[in-house]
Antibody
Framework: EVQLVQSGGGLVQPGGSLRLSCAAS????????MDWVRQAPGKGLEWVGR??????????EYAASVDGRCTISRDESKNSLYLQMSSLKSEDTAVYYC?????????????WGQGTLVTVSS | QSVLTQPPSVSAAPGQKVTISCSGS????????ISWYQQLPGTAPKLLIF???KRPSGIPDRFSGSKSGTSATLDITGLQTGDEADYYC??????????FGGGTKLTVL
């Protein structure tokens, strides 16, 4: 069974930093693209960024709204995905989801973590 | 403002059929597969449809999708109260990996 278990998150002051983690199990982690998606309170889904698979050197890409402030990384030994966020703003307040991109279908996110809330406030 | 346009809400009675639309452009829906997601209250989204009209295992055939040009639709037949949720369309865009619609809240009257 595919599982994505997230940790991290919480309250952080504007300008602060935070790292979210996502532990993957039930599939070959290195073979899959992985995305982060966020959802502001009462709002819709917003794509944050992507880590491609090992065959593509784990290359990353980011949404314009977070580019330069977010870094996505992986630890193969721990089957874990990370989202490092810095220079946080109030508009970054959201539930952040770790997702798996369906193999061979780069437009479909077929597994989602439980989500973790990040609140940026003084 | 979302890249893809969905109606904010739709409603129908139990047992009826509802259609949710998703409109985009040549840079997204027009040249890419569309996916649909269901988000039940207080839960993470779940993939309902991928590659325009395919269902992951476990998704009932009451849910179906289609695409034409720069628009797509999600049909739900035999509506159940448990289908009350927010529904999102998503696809690739030339400028971003993934873009979503603003979401449609389905109410089963």
């Amino acid at each position: 069974e595919v599982q994505l278990v997230q940790s991290g998150g919480g309250l952080v002051q504007p300008g602060g930093s935070l790292r979210l983690s996502c532990a993957a199990s039930g599939f070959s982690f290195s073979d899959y693209y992985m995305d982060w998606v966020r959802q502001a309170p009462g709002k819709g889904l917003e794509w944050v960024g992507r880590s491609r698979n090992k065959d593509h050197s784990y290359a990353t890409e980011y949404a314009a709204s977070v580019d330069g402030r977010c870094t996505i990384s992986r630890d193969e030994s721990k089957n874990s995905l990370y989202l490092q966020m810095s220079s946080l703003k109030s508009e970054d307040t959201a539930v952040y989801y770790c997702t798996r991109v369906r193999g061979g279908v780069v437009t479909a996110l077929d597994s989602w973590g439980q989500g973790t809330l990040v609140t940026v406030s003084s | 403002q979302s890249v893809l346009t969905q109606p904010p809400s739709v409603s129908a009675a139990p047992g009826q059929k509802v259609t949710i639309s998703c409109s985009g452009s040549i840079s997204n829906i027009g040249n890419n597969y569309i996916s649909w997601y269901q988000q039940l209250p207080g839960t993470a989204p779940k993939l309902l449809i991928f590659e325009n009209n395919k269902r992951p295992s476990g998704i009932p055939d009451r849910f179906s999708g289609s695409k034409s040009g720069t628009s797509a639709t999600l049909d739900i037949t035999g509506l159940q109260t448990g289908d009350e949720a927010d529904y999102y369309c998503g696809t690739r865009d030339t400028s971003l990996s993934i873009v979503f619609g603003g979401g449609t809240k389905l109410t089963v009257l």
